[in-house]
């Protein structure tokens, strides 16, 4: 499954929302009725880690100004207001069939 | 609480081998496929290759196949990658990565091919 994100740069505003597209070449629903897209964001030096799993569940710790929505082949991660530490590349993941990745997006402050 | 710790990198020439392992704890390792995925130097995420949870069965990236092969031991709830033939290309920090609900990941472990 091909994984396509838009924008790959994303300038933003501290304080402002940011949003970032994700569309899968084929459903991500998989057949015992979930959909196993989820969204990483990495800093520069570290490994990837979690954010949301599973469309819209936000993993353990995560701040609440990170949101996602979608269903199908369309997805969409959505920080209410950015903050400094949010810089970084963000990148959807599916595994409903096998395990790929989006190319990333690069999140920066203007 | 789920730990994923790989091991096993470091710098090989090219046409050398590595095995890469992952030791698993905190959840039921021979219920859940297992990936490995790596991440070359400035560079995006790229799935390797899976195995389904019994280790009957995997599957590869088309650069990986014939080259890399993944083996898991439940009694050990460990994984492995071994990794023949590698290239330059193979330089990267490899990933041991659970099929859960929710995924998981380790630290991963940088492999450097050069001479």
């Known amino acids: 499954i091909v994984m396509t994100q838009t924008p790959l740069s994303s300038p933003v505003t501290l304080g402002q929302p940011a949003s970032i597209s994700c569309r899968s070449s084929?459903?991500?629903?998989?057949?015992?009725?979930?959909?196993?897209l989820s969204w990483l964001h990495q800093r520069p030096g570290q490994p990837p880690r979690l954010l949301i799993y599973?469309?819209?569940n936000r993993f353990s710790g995560v701040p609440d100004r990170f949101s996602g929505s979608g269903a199908g082949t369309d997805f969409t991660l959505k920080i209410s207001r950015v903050e400094a530490e949010d810089v970084g590349i963000y990148y959807c993941m599916q595994f409903t069939i096998s395990l790929s990745f989006g190319q990333g997006t690069k999140v920066e402050i203007k | 609480e789920v730990q994923l710790v790989e091991s096993g990198g470091g710098l090989v020439q090219p046409g050398g081998s590595l095995r890469l392992s992952c030791a698993a704890s905190?959840?039921?390792?021979?219920?859940?496929?297992m990936s490995w995925f790596r991440q070359a130097p400035g560079k995006g995420l790229e799935w390797v290759g899976n195995?389904?949870?019994?280790?009957?069965?995997?599957n590869y990236v088309d650069s990986a196949r014939g080259r890399l092969s993944i083996s898991r031991d439940n009694a050990r709830n460990s994984l492995y990658l071994q990794m023949n033939s590698l290239r330059g290309d193979d330089t990267a920090v490899y990933y041991c990565f659970v099929h859960g609900r929710p995924p998981y990941w380790g630290q991963g472990t940088l492999v450097t091919v050069s001479s």
């Open positions: 084929q459903s991500l629903l998989h057949s015992d009725g979930n959909t196993y």
């Open positions: 905190g959840f039921t390792f021979n219920t859940h496929w």
């Open positions: 195995i389904n949870p019994e280790g009957s069965g995997s």
């Open positions: 599973e469309i819209s």
